[in-house]
Every structure is written in structure tokens, then in C-alpha cells.
């Protein structure tokens, strides 16, 4: 499948990493200066892809900077010990906390292995390791410079997981914020939170979302898919709404012992609107073939059981007393 490539933003370019080999599921962005840095590699199936995207870029091997990944998740990093050997000049930058999990990526694997079994290596595949001198931990505030005046500040910003930072880039004014303001896949619903297992908190999510507006950024980019259109504070506040809300249909759900998953997927997952309080596309017919797809799409990267089973290990550790709701098991990494 041929490479996929646009540029989005001044010196921001969008590469498809076609996740599974579909088509807009999951986003890399390439920035431009004389210190070029890549931000998400994608999956470790998704590294062939990538490759074909620098190279028609006309990236050669020795020119490729840094390789920052939001998180560990193997959707976002899974391909970086794979690049990292491609572009030997790059350095690797990653939160403190999923630092270990890129050098030694055992437990990350066997934990992602037991959720996921045979999935795994047809959609995601494992993770190489990197080489310890080879990694940068970056620290909220700190910057990747890349030239020219350009800089990229990262954003501790956990919530969705504790190893996830936020890049904004200086010149754009584009924020790249992972998982944390959530997935909207194009062509598809209004924005859908990401609470996955193990690490999903609520108040440190909604507090990410604050520190990413108080960068006032002049665009939001999801790795979940693309720069979205729009004003991004607007943006970012629809995330929260979306946000409380589903905690909140989450936590009833599980003070009355209903199944979680079946609580969210009954209130957020009946039509193509539901899930944000802001109604884009309501009211337009969508071809049951088109919606069929959206949704296998948002299963594979963001369902309801996978939700659920975030919300239900946050609400046991806020000593919530009341029964096992639903759930899946624990997602990806400690």
C-alpha cells in the first residue's frame, strides 16, 4: 500500500501508519527544521508503512533527528525500536515512566500479549527493543530543539496513562496530544474519551486537558486521527464534557452493580452522534456499510469494554464500595 502523506500545518506533515492496513486509524507527524523529529511511529506492523512515508518525503537515514512517542502504548511506540536501528542518528524521547519499557519492552509485550493473544501480532506486533544511551526522558516543560527557532515543549499530561506527554510545537502553534483529549477517527462520531486499563484517573485526565489549554495551541493533532478542524480550546472542552460524562455514567453504573460496558455502549453508543455533547453530523443519513466500518474501527481502538475496564480499576482504587461491574483485563503496561 502505497505511502500517505499531507502536510497539515506549517512543516507539520501527517503520515498515515496504516494501523492493521486500514486507512485512518492512526496518524504520525513528521516536523520539519534542520533537527527533523518524528512524533508516534505507529505500530511495529506499521513500520514498513513509515519507512515508505519518510522516504518519499526524501528523509534519508542519517537525517532523521529524534523519534518522540506520546506513550508506550504499542499503537503509539510499537514501532520505535524498529526505527530507531533505521535512522541511527535519531534519539529517542519518551516520558520518565515508559523510559524502561522501550529499553526492556518484556512486561509491556507479555501484559499487551495477554489482552490481546493472537490479535497482537496480527495487528500490532511486539516491540524491539531500544538502546538505553539511545533514550532522552523529557520532564514537563522540557523542549526538542530542532533548528531555526523551532521547539517542541512536552506536556506531562497523565490521565489516560501515567507515561503520556503532550508535544506542542512552537512554530505550527499544532498540539500533539496522543490519547489524552481522546480518538475521533475521520469520517466517523464526535470525540470518544480514551479511559483504557491499567493507569486511567480521571482528575489527572481532566487536569491534562487544563495544562494543554493553558498552551492556548493554535490546532489540536490526536493520534486517533489527524488535526482536527476547528478552534482547539473548543476542542479541548468538548473532551472534558465527553469526558464527565461518561466517568459519570461509568461510576452510577458501578454504585448500582450494572455492567459497566453495557452502560456506556447503551448511552454513548446508539448513533453516529452519541458519545459528545456537541452533535456534528446530526441528522445526516449514513450508509449502513459506512457506519459498519466506522464502528469496527472504534472497536478496535477504543471500545466500550476496554473503556469500561478503565473506569471500573479507577473507581476500586477511589474505594468505591460496590460490586465488580464489567471490564476487560488490564491494557498494555503497569
Not at 43 to 69: C, F, K
Request: glycine fraction near 12%.
Amino acid at each position: 500500500m502505497a505511502a500517505r502523506t499531507r502536510l497539515v500545518a506549517p512543516g507539520v506533515t501527517e503520515i498515515d501508519t496504516l494501523l492493521g492496513g486500514s486507512e485512518g486509524l492512526t496518524a504520525g507527524y513528521l516536523l520539519a527544521g534542520p533537527a527533523p523529529v518524528l512524533v508516534e511511529t505507529g505500530s511495529r506492523t506499521s513500520v514498513a508503512a513509515v519507512l515508505e512515508a519518510l522516504d518519499s518525503l526524501g528523509l534519508g537515514r542519517q537525517d532523521l533527528a529524534g523519534i518522540a512517542v506520546t506513550h508506550v502504548h504499542l499503537d503509539h511506540a510499537g514501532g520505535v525500536g524498529d526505527l530507531a536501528r533505521a535512522f541511527p542518528s535519531a534519539t529517542v524521547y519518551v516520558h520518565e515512566q515508559g523510559a524502561r519499557h522501550l529499553a526492556d519492552p518484556t512486561r509491556l509485550v507479555a501484559s499487551a500479549a495477554r489482552v490481546y493473544g493472537p490479535l497482537l501480532d496480527d495487528l500490532y506486533g511486539r516491540l524491539e527493543p531500544t538502546e538505553q544511551g539511545r533514550i532522552r526522558v523529557l520532564l514537563d516543560g522540557e523542549a526538542i530543539d530542532l533548528g531555526g527557532g523551532r521547539r517542541l515543549v512536552a506536556i506531562d499530561s497523565p490521565g489516560h496513562a501515567k507515561h503520556h506527554l503532550g508535544f506542542h510545537d512552537s512554530t505550527s502553534g499544532v498540539l500533539f496530544a496522543g490519547d489524552a483529549a481522546g480518538v475521533k477517527l475521520p469520517d466517523g462520531p464526535p470525540l470518544r474519551p480514551a479511559t483504557p486499563p491499567p493507569d486511567f484517573d480521571l482528575d489527572l485526565a481532566l487536569a491534562s486537558l487544563g495544562h494543554f489549554a493553558e498552551r492556548r495551541p493554535a490546532a489540536i493533532a490526536l493520534a486517533h486521527y489527524g488535526v482536527v478542524p476547528g478552534d482547539a480550546l473548543e476542542l479541548l472542552g468538548e473532551a472534558e464534557i465527553a469526558l464527565r460524562a461518561w466517568a459519570e455514567e461509568a461510576r452510577q453504573a458501578f454504585v448500582d452493580g450494572r455492567d459497566i460496558a453495557e452502560a456506556l455502549e447503551r448511552r454513548f453508543g446508539g448513533d453516529d452522534t452519541a458519545g459528545s455533547p456537541v452533535g456534528a453530523g446530526a441528522g445526516e443519513a449514513v450508509p449502513v456499510e459506512r457506519l459498519a466500518e466506522r464502528r469496527r474501527k472504534l472497536d478496535l481502538l477504543n471500545g466500550f469494554h476496554s473503556n469500561a475496564a478503565g473506569f471500573l480499576r479507577w473507581l476500586e482504587r477511589a474505594g468505591q464500595a460496590a460490586p465488580r461491574a464489567g471490564g476487560s483485563p488490564a491494557q498494555q503496561t503497569d
